[in-house]
């Protein structure tokens, strides 16, 4: 039990993003007894050529105990995997464009929800789109049926990328590449177009996914600074990168389960102003588990606000204020809170870098038909 729980605790800054973290990874939800008060080495960014669509379109880690020192983090696939920019040039040179259409023509929510189910995917088993099989092996439903993942959302987005480019180009692009695509557009849109990077591609689809293995990689958002850390170096991220990830809380919202402890505990530097304002968002006399927004700054806006909302104890998470509790992690919270254009670059290496986590080839993987099933099926 104490492995699970600290195997739980790993990851807990890509568990909400763009969708609500699930009311299973925290305490119950929050109600009063009074009316409360009112990879590869980072490519180099580019700017990307002007938008203009031709048609508007619709074996796991071993969880990590306390008492014992974390692994050490693994390789970062290097070029051999096989990821390159502009990978699909020659075979589907719309593979890209498609995406991005299918990304801008979702709401704002949608877009958040896809880098989440970026972080979700890659994360479990690497960026092999096992996050997006309904069936796999007969004997135990999939990752998608993990707690972790019953929030997530944008899959509608991968089925109507996936459908138009298997129309217009046969079935030559895998779902782990649009989901990595999706993740990238989605940060394109929702920081006005500012932040754009090339991302990789070259990854197959994975041909394994099971419900067990996604609660010790996607756990709860109340680990500490040194779970954070040892996490995200399993996978082959270092601190500076953690942080820069965590950047992602500046977008989505989330169950306010999710942080209730923050609301009743003592203890909590949680600014006293939100506090307020939260235990009143959160109330409910139906047992009801409200959201929130996770900034309540600029909600659907990427930027490096995240940073400026930690400093001021205005974070809703464990893990977010945890931030603070390191000398390394604290001097990074306040360089991307003083300098946006540092945090952005950070973030698209960042971005870049997670999604070569274990990547598939075609000795172990496939090019999927449907990013819901595997080929076999």
Same mark, same amino acid.
């Given at each position: @039990? ?7 605790? +790993?990851?807990?800054? +890509? ?81 890209? $464009?498609?995406?991005?259409? #299918? ?7 949608? %877009? ?28 135990? #439903? ?28 046969? !079935? +030559? ?12 557009? #989605? ?50 991220? !270092? ?21 209730? $402890? ?7 530097? %949680? ?52 931030? @603070? ?13 003083? $300098? ?8 698209? #290496?960042?971005?870049?870098? %997670?999604?070569?986590? $274990? ?19």
């Amino acid at each position: @039990m104490a492995k699970l729980t600290a195997a739980l605790t +790993v990851l807990a800054l +890509v568990a909400c993003v763009g969708r609500p973290c699930q009311a299973g990874y925290g305490p119950p939800p929050y109600t009063p007894t009074t009316p409360s008060p009112p990879p590869p080495a980072p490519v180099t960014p580019s700017t990307p050529t002007p938008y203009s669509p031709s048609t508007a379109s619709p074996p796991p880690p071993t969880p990590i105990a306390l008492s014992s020192p974390p692994p050490p983090p693994p390789t970062p696939s290097s070029p051999a995997s096989g990821l390159a920019v502009g990978y699909y040039q020659k075979t589907c040179y719309r593979a890209e $464009d498609i995406v991005r259409e #299918a990304v801008r023509d979702a709401s704002k929510g949608i %877009m958040a929800g896809l880098i989440r189910l970026f972080f979700h995917d890659c994360f479990v088993r690497g960026c092999d789109a096992s996050v997006l099989l309904d069936t796999a092996d007969p004997n135990s #439903a999939t990752e998608k049926f993990g707690i972790p993942n019953l929030s997530l959302r944008g899959f509608e987005v991968i089925d109507a990328a996936k459908a138009r480019i298997e129309k217009e180009c046969g !079935n +030559v692009v895998s779902c782990a590449d649009i989901v990595a695509f999706a993740g990238r557009d #989605a940060t394109y849109f929702l920081s006005n177009k500012k932040v754009y990077f090339d991302m990789p591609a070259g990854r197959y689809d994975g041909l394994v996914s099971l419900i067990n293995e996604t609660l010790p990689n996607l756990p709860p958002p109340f680990a500490t600074v040194e779970q954070l850390k040892a996490g995200f170096a399993f996978k082959g991220l !270092n601190t500076d990168e953690m942080v820069t990830l965590s950047g992602a809380h500046t977008i989505g919202i989330s169950h306010c389960s999710s942080f209730s $402890d923050r609301l009743t505990s003592n203890s909590s530097d %949680m600014d006293p102003s939100l506090k307020s304002t939260l235990q009143e968002q959160c109330q409910s006399n139906s047992g009801t588990d409200n959201t929130v927004v996770q900034d309540n700054k600029t909600p659907d806006k990427l930027d490096n606000k995240y940073y400026k909302n930690v400093l001021s104890h205005e974070v809703l998470f464990t893990s977010d204020a945890a931030l @603070m509790m390191a000398t390394d992690t604290s001097d990074a919270v306040r360089a991307n809170a003083k $300098d946006t254009n540092l945090w952005e670059e950070k973030f698209k #290496a960042a971005m870049v870098k %997670m999604g070569a986590i $274990d990547i598939k080839t075609v000795a172990n993987g496939e090019i999927r038909r449907s990013c819901r099933i595997l080929n076999t099926n």
